[in-house]
């Protein structure tokens, strides 16, 4: 038998709401954090995005290290997005890649929080994801 | 008819007594005997769902933002009249209670617990978030504050509340004392007990 454990969550948009990506890295979602300051974890459900400049793009979703200068760390492979039609992914697309707080320092770290890093400015990105924690 | 066999029983809200029945409530540092007159439902509503930002006016709330204790109106009642309630809230934030002139209710020695969208997922009837508020001298109003725990700006920080109301009667010293023979007092021998504000 598999004991599968409770882990109550709640659904929510993206805390930037819609995003129009930029040539780097856009924060799409910041973790929520309980009053004791500790920090929940979040799992992309759906992804929208909207492409109309004038080719095919990527984008990728990740997160950011805590170098001094936080460098893009990429979670989910790259995702096709064709010009002049919405790509939607949903929850049975997506992987339940966990963005969490990962407090080492340098390049080891991780923010957490959930960018998305696209191959063209100007592509329209809105999410909803899935915050474990209290 | 169902009736809470215990305070703060798991399952729905139910009134704590019959009309007619007796309670003892513990305020203004003694138990006092009442008895119960009306009992009246207080359905959850858009009435009794309240926006802290709005009540205390600052607009938004950033992320970890806090609001401090917020006086209810809603949660008011009149002399010799009990509020039975419990909340909830809908925006991603904690909040917390505080009776008895800013006094932190659901908090033992290590700190105050609060209710977020992720208690109604452990506590489904919402029975832990029981509280009361007893009409009458002193300071005995229920204030609410609450922190942004989201990831987000809030523009709406709400709370709702509902439950029972009920219309009480003091009773005179009439009762046997059970520990002081041939003293009277006002709590019938069957009255339920209960702690109003706390301690």
């Known amino acids: 038998m598999v004991m ?53 793009e990527t984008l990728q979703f990740g997160t950011r290290d805590l170098a001094g200068a936080p ?13 002049g039609i919405e790509s939607i992914w949903n929850e049975v697309d997506i992987p339940a890649v966990e963005f969490s707080v990962l407090l080492l320092l340098l390049a080891l770290g991780r923010e957490g929080n959930i960018y998305v890093q696209a191959s063209v400015a100007n592509i329209l990105v809105s999410l909803e994801v899935e915050e474990f924690g209290s | 008819m169902n009736f809470v066999d215990n305070l703060y029983s798991q399952g729905p809200i139910a009134p704590i007594c019959q009309i007619k029945e007796h309670l003892a409530i513990w305020s203004e540092a003694r138990w006092i005997g009442f008895e119960a007159e009306l009992i009246e439902p207080i359905p959850r509503s858009s009435q009794f769902v309240i926006d ?31 509020f039975h309630a419990r909340f909830f809230v809908l925006d991603d934030i904690e909040a917390q209670l505080w009776q008895l002139s ?20 452990y506590d489904p009837w919402l029975a832990t978030t029981t509280f009361w508020v007893l009409g009458g001298a002193g300071d005995k109003d229920a204030r609410v504050g609450c922190t942004n725990i989201g990831g987000a700006i809030l523009g709406q920080a709400r709370v709702g509340f509902f439950g029972y109301r009920y219309i009480l009667k003091q009773e005179p010293d009439i009762y046997p004392d059970p520990k002081n023979p041939g003293k009277r007092i006002s709590i019938h021998p069957n009255a339920r007990y209960l702690p109003a504000q706390g301690w």
């Open chain 1, 4 to 56: 599968q454990v409770l882990r109550p969550a709640i659904r929510k948009p993206n805390s930037a709401g819609l995003v129009t990506t930029t040539a780097g890295p856009d924060l799409c979602h910041i973790l929520g954090t309980n009053r004791s300051g500790i920090t929940r974890t979040a799992v992309i459900r759906k992804i929208i995005a909207y492409n109309n400049t004038g080719g095919p």
């Open chain 1, 71 to 83: 460098a893009f760390v990429q979670y989910l492979p790259d995702l096709w997005v064709p010009n």
């Open chain 2, 52 to 82: 802290l930002i709005a009540i205390a006016g600052v607009g938004i709330l950033a992320p970890i933002g806090t609001i401090a204790s917020q006086l209810i109106p809603q949660l008011q009642v009149s002399a010799n009249e009990l």
């Open chain 2, 102 to 121: 800013n006094m932190a209710r659901f908090a033992p020695r290590g700190g105050q617990a609060g209710v977020n969208l992720f208690t109604p997922v």
